[in-house]
């Protein structure tokens, strides 16, 4: 990145945005010699979105948990008016505000709604819609894009249209900060249930507030009283009995109680102070995207700051474009999107994904510049850590550097819950401890690998394993699962971790995957795979594990790769070759080979 620093950086405007020419009136901030993109931010006192965002300008694309170096850091520091010394340690000196000026305006909340399945959250998104949309010609078909707008007391208020936890987590997991409310949607005559909780664990571990929708309350059996006091069991208490809790009672089917739900969510959203810049070139996230068959690939972009317009060049996630129109949730083609304003967007060259970010930039010639850096870069950063192992907190822990270490824990019976909770949460001084975020029993699940990668956090299994689809997306997002079946064994770990002590341990570090075409005989009893590389690489020294449909059934090293009869050393992906393994004859087509080293973790 040094060689880089002389290049001018893509300016997004003329207007002077990027303002740091002053630079003998900067002030200095000290960082490390590699430090993690939510650590420059904590530093800078902006949000970690921010930072990525800088970091597309200038060509870099990391997510939040990703390592930059100093060289990087400071050139980032300098666009939010820093100037950054190396430290070997950071020192604390956070900013109360950005460095960037700007005036701000006030902007619509944006909802997410959560809830135990069917408790609601279809039924109140669909309610809301079909009576508070903006709907200025009679019988306007809404759109589904992804978000949607109503409006009451000729204010607006945007609702994210994919319901449930899962999603809002995984948008923070990629470093998108989507949501700045929460409605708990709880059935009237059901109660708190499992995914009551999961929900509101995830809202809380991002800091989201809650307001209460008590659904269904048109219901015979329906019981208010006996959600409020599950509620204020798990510290969620609601105004009426002294907390701060918003708490609304409302029967999606009947439509009651929605005007009230919405008037109490703008009071929350005033209380927030939600403010946006809108006179800056427009920022934001994408909600939804996918293919249309003829209209090419489409996004449902969130507006965040500034103002998106027809022609505006775009740097979308992995991709560009130009916005050649855009439509609001009515399915009407507009001419601005202001902020918290949900549109779809016409003209990307491919597909973005959901939670990538989206930056205006000045023209063409300028995104295609910061996508070849981006690529250039993203190569450097292929290898580098990504998440935290605990042996890497307990590094950072004696460092100083981490004051709170997240867990998610998972245990097989309920019953042991609170022992373990307990004992984990005793560990710990005033310096650092241990925040149990959610625990539950039952297996690992993905919501949960989500949950801990959004906050940096570990998951411990107290005799719990994980499902197939979740061991995959801890592996793939190298989130670190510990499996314990001894409370003392467990407590043990986590304390030395605290204490900085623990022992660097060895993780893997995937490098490749091959799914098995054919399965061949050679010699006598030799067994090899014909297979086809998908990702990364095979690799003849790489330890190797086969996956039948996600579950790992053996483990040992590469013990041949031919390719047109030939030994090699590797293969890249999209390239077929035959792979022998170790003591294992048992292939099957369809299976999964992981091609993997191990790497001490420090
Ligand atoms: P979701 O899984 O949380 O999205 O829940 P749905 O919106 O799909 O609703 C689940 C079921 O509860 C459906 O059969 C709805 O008709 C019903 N339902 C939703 N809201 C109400 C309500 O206010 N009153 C009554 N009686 N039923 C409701
Ligand atoms: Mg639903």
Redesign the pocket.
């Known amino acids: 990145m040094s060689d880089d620093k002389k290049e001018p950086i893509v300016k997004q405007d003329k207007d002077g945005q990027e303002g740091n020419s002053a630079s003998q009136e900067l002030s200095q901030v000290d960082m490390p010699s590699a430090l993690s993109v939510k650590q420059l931010a904590d530093l800078l006192g902006v949000g970690a979105v921010e930072v990525i965002k800088q970091l597309m300008r200038n060509g870099v694309m990391a997510n939040i948990n990703q390592a930059i170096d100093f060289d990087t850091a400071a050139v980032i520091a300098a666009d939010f008016g820093y100037k950054a010394n190396k430290q070997p340690v950071p020192v604390q000196t956070k900013p109360s505000a950005t460095a960037k000026g700007g005036k701000l305006s006030p902007c619509p909340p944006v909802i997410t709604i959560m809830g135990h399945?069917?408790h609601g959250?279809?039924?109140l998104?669909d309610a809301i819609r079909q009576s508070n949309i903006i709907a200025s010609e009679a019988g306007a078909i809404t759109q589904h894009i992804g978000a949607y707008q109503a409006e009451v007391n000729e204010r607006r208020i945007t609702f994210l249209d994919t319901?449930?936890h899962e999603a809002f987590t995984a948008m923070r997991a990629r470093g998108a900060r989507a949501t700045n409310i929460a409605v708990l949607v709880v059935a009237a005559d059901d109660g708190v249930m499992p995914q009551t909780v999961e929900a509101i664990n995830h809202a809380r571990a991002a800091e989201v507030p809650i307001v209460v929708a008590i659904n269904k309350i048109d219901k015979a059996n329906a019981n208010p009283d006996r959600i409020k006091q599950q509620l204020a069991d798990l510290g969620l208490i609601v105004e009426e009995w002294g907390g701060d809790t918003v708490c609304v009672p409302i029967s999606a089917k009947k439509r009651q109680g929605i005007d009230d739900l919405l008037e109490n969510l703008l009071l929350v959203a005033d209380m927030l102070e939600l403010k946006a810049e809108p006179d800056c070139p427009a920022e934001g996230i994408v909600i939804e995207a996918r293919l249309d068959k003829t209209k090419g690939p489409l996004a449902t972009l969130l507006v965040q700051k500034g103002n998106l317009k027809p022609s505006d060049n775009l740097v979308i996630g992995n991709t560009w474009g130009k916005v050649k129109a855009m439509f609001n949730d009515l399915g009407k083609q507009i001419r601005k999107a202001e902020p918290a304003t949900p549109v779809e967007v016409l003209g990307m060259n491919a597909v973005p994904q959901a939670g990538d970010s989206f930056v205006v930039v000045a023209n063409e010639r300028a995104a295609r510049t910061v996508l070849e850096k981006q690529k250039g870069v993203q190569q450097g950063f292929s290898t580098a850590a990504k998440t935290l192992s605990l042996t890497d907190l307990s590094t950072q822990i004696s460092a100083g550097q981490v004051k709170e270490l997240n867990v998610v824990l998972k245990t097989d019976v309920q019953g042991s819950i609170e022992p373990v909770k307990d004992s984990l949460e005793q560990l710990g001084d005033e310096k650092i401890r241990v925040r149990v975020i959610h625990s539950g029993s039952g297996s690992i699940t993905e919501s949960d690998v989500l949950l801990a990668l959004a906050s940096k956090g570990i998951i411990i299994g107290f005799n719990s394993r994980p499902e197939p689809g979740a061991h995959r997306l801890a592996d793939l997002e190298g989130i670190n699962i510990r499996y314990y079946s001894v409370i003392y064994e467990l407590v043990n770990d986590v304390d030395k971790a605290l204490k900085g002590m623990l022992e660097p341990t060895l993780t893997d570090v995937i490098e490749g995957h091959a799914e098995v075409l054919a399965v061949f005989t050679t010699g006598k009893k030799a067994k090899v795979a014909g297979v086809s590389v998908k990702e990364g690489k095979a690799r003849r020294d790489a330890l190797s594990r086969v996956l039948r449909q996600g579950e790992s059934i053996h483990e040992s090293r590469v013990s041949s790769l031919r390719r047109f009869k030939e030994d090699i050393r590797e293969v890249s992906a999209g390239l077929e070759c035959g792979v022998g393994i170790e003591n294992f004859l048992d292939f099957q087509v369809g299976d999964v080979i992981q091609f993997y080293r191990h790497e001490k973790v420090i």
């Open positions: 399945v069917d959250k279809t039924s998104l319901p449930g």
